[in-house]
């Protein structure tokens, strides 16, 4: 499949997010007020501005944000199965957050997930290089969020009803959440990371042949490791705080592009990974809101897994060669 | 660019061997034997300049100067590396791999065995085959130092005769190869076949916690298997 055409689907995804909703803009009339400068329907420009805009821009954002990232560790890792949620990233979000929101820290939930997931990221850096197998890495991230859950059913237990709720609903997963302001930072997030990553690419298509190789073919081992590990950590957080913690979308995003495009190198797969990110997001998020127009109010996290977990399943079962 | 090792200790923490001073000729092709567990990798990863070495130093003599193993990125001009195993799961086409370190057309020409895989996964090779891209690749990220950890170990006999072309080529091209094995019958019937002058400069060790001890490059197969234990 052309990655153009999934990109065209993908802003028509993004079309449809703001033109559809519960209120019936009349598009006609805002837009020729906004065009002549005539009077502009107040509430219908706000709606567009303050809540569809930005819930249409932060899903697609994270989206392509998480894919690239379950890209990047897929690679780092060499494990097909890695993903910033199965290696307990996220966890260490939730953590920031279940001790800012449950012990009253006085410290922005935005902070004290970055804050969390960049620490765990760290340790797991710390492991990867002292486990050489991949395998082992990622059960270290595993015992990571097993302990983390724990930690956090320990706060929950003596935390004040509201408090929990709040963390409850924030473990849901949610874009609908985000201000303009937010929405604009996973933007300017996406140009970064998106830049980085095509700077980066052919080290990364070294990478895949092995860490000894890839260092003799001129990749600075301790660089691209600092490089990875800060990022991630910095955006993980922020997305993270930004929507609660996302599950399956950085996995399972590259590998919905390695089955329906057969280009490997890292400079097609950061294009494609990236406007199929932002196409998946917007689909679940558009389930999320039709159920919520059914009265229905399906969590975003619920969507996801339902959409995600068959397509890791499906990796499992047809584990091919060709992964990377 | 001959490659010199001063005083040079390899190992993690506490050195394998005792200090190794040597100089390898360029144009030849230098084998180190030993018994597993000798540092024979360790000793490859150090001079590729992946590890550093717990003392010594390690240099190429170009002309009036001398370049350095910790000098990464003029390093990786002049040393390239083959694993002993060509790499699992690898998505890219070998046109893609070839690319990553040169132009691949260079590398079709001089090995047109190449020519019909070009499209093709990586992963989709026999092993074989892989090694004979990854060498391939090796050959267009250097034209003088090819350093291989038990290239042949995977291989089949079709695989290892490719493999020792591939590597005599690349000697005709006045390129240089060093190589940590186990295959003494390849060894041997390379040293039968090599022309004189690559002999000349070539050179056989056996790789021991005592050192790098010479061997005779007209040694017999049994002299071989007897240095090696």
């Known amino acids: ?324 | 660019m001959n490659l010199i090792l001063n005083n040079v200790n390899v190992g993690h923490k506490h050195p394998l061997t005792g200090p190794l001073t040597m100089s390898f000729g360029a144009g030849g092709m230098h084998v180190v034997l030993g018994a597993n567990g000798t540092g024979k990798t360790t000793l490859l990863r150090t001079v590729l300049g992946v590890q550093a070495p717990l003392a010594g130093h390690i240099t190429l003599d170009e002309g009036a100067g001398s370049l350095n193993a910790n000098d990464h990125r003029a390093w990786e001009k002049h040393v390239a590396f083959v694993p002993s195993m060509p790499p699992k799961d690898v998505g890219l086409t070998v046109a893609e791999v070839l690319s990553l370190s040169g132009p691949w057309q260079e590398a079709v020409s001089h090995h047109p065995q190449l020519g019909p895989w070009l499209n093709q996964r990586l992963s989709t090779l026999s092993d074989g085959q892989a090694q004979q891209v990854m060498v391939a690749r090796a050959m267009l990220q250097s034209n003088h130092w090819l350093m291989l950890d038990e290239p042949t170990a995977f291989l089949d006999v079709r695989g290892q005769r490719h493999l020792w072309g591939m590597l005599t080529a690349h000697l005709n091209r006045s390129g240089s190869v060093m190589m940590a094995t186990h295959d003494l019958r390849g060894v041997h019937r390379w040293m039968q076949e090599a022309p004189a002058d690559v002999l000349e400069v070539s050179s056989i060790h056996v790789l021991s916690s005592s050192g790098l001890s010479p061997l005779a490059s007209d040694a017999s197969l049994d002299a071989l298997e007897v240095a090696l234990g």
């Open chain 1, 1 to 324: 499949m052309k990655t153009r055409l999934v990109f065209l689907l993908m802003l028509l995804a993004l079309g449809l997010h703001v033109a559809l909703g519960e209120v019936d803009i009349a598009w006609g009339e805002l837009l020729g007020a906004l065009l002549t400068g005539g009077e502009v329907n107040e509430m219908h420009a706000t709606i567009v501005k303050e809540v569809r805009m930005p819930r249409a821009i932060t899903a697609m954002t994270s989206g392509t944000l998480l894919g690239w990232l379950g890209l990047l560790m897929q690679t780092w890792f060499r494990n097909p199965l890695a993903g910033p949620g199965v290696l307990g990233i996220t966890s260490g979000g939730s953590l920031g957050v279940a001790l800012a929101v449950l012990l009253g820290w006085a410290l922005p939930a935005w902070m004290a997930a970055a804050v969390g997931c960049f620490a765990v990221l760290l340790l797991i850096g710390v492991g990867a290089r002292r486990f050489v197998s991949p395998v082992t890495t990622l059960v270290f991230g595993l015992m990571i969020s097993y302990a983390v859950s724990a930690v956090v059913t320990v706060l929950q237990s003596s935390a004040t009803a509201e408090a929990l709720q709040t963390f409850v609903f924030w473990g849901m997963g949610t874009f609908g959440k985000a201000s303009f302001l937010q929405a604009m930072s996973c933007m300017t997030l996406q140009v970064l990371l998106g830049m980085w990553m095509m700077r980066r690419a052919q080290w990364l298509d070294m990478w895949t042949l092995g860490e000894d190789l890839a260092q003799t073919m001129g990749v600075p081992k301790a660089r691209l490791h600092l490089e990875i590990l800060s990022l991630t950590g910095l955006i993980l957080g922020v997305v993270t705080s930004v929507c609660g913690p996302l599950a399956f979308l950085g996995l399972a995003t590259p590998h919905v592009y390695r089955f329906f495009h057969p280009k490997r190198g890292h400079m097609d797969a950061i294009q494609g990974i990236g406007v199929w990110g932002g196409l998946l997001a917007l689909l679940a998020d558009g389930a999320v809101r039709w159920t919520d127009s059914m009265a229905m109010h399906w969590p975003l996290n619920a969507v996801l897994a339902i959409l995600g977990a068959p397509v890791v399943l499906a990796v499992l079962w047809k584990r091919t060669h060709d992964w990377s």
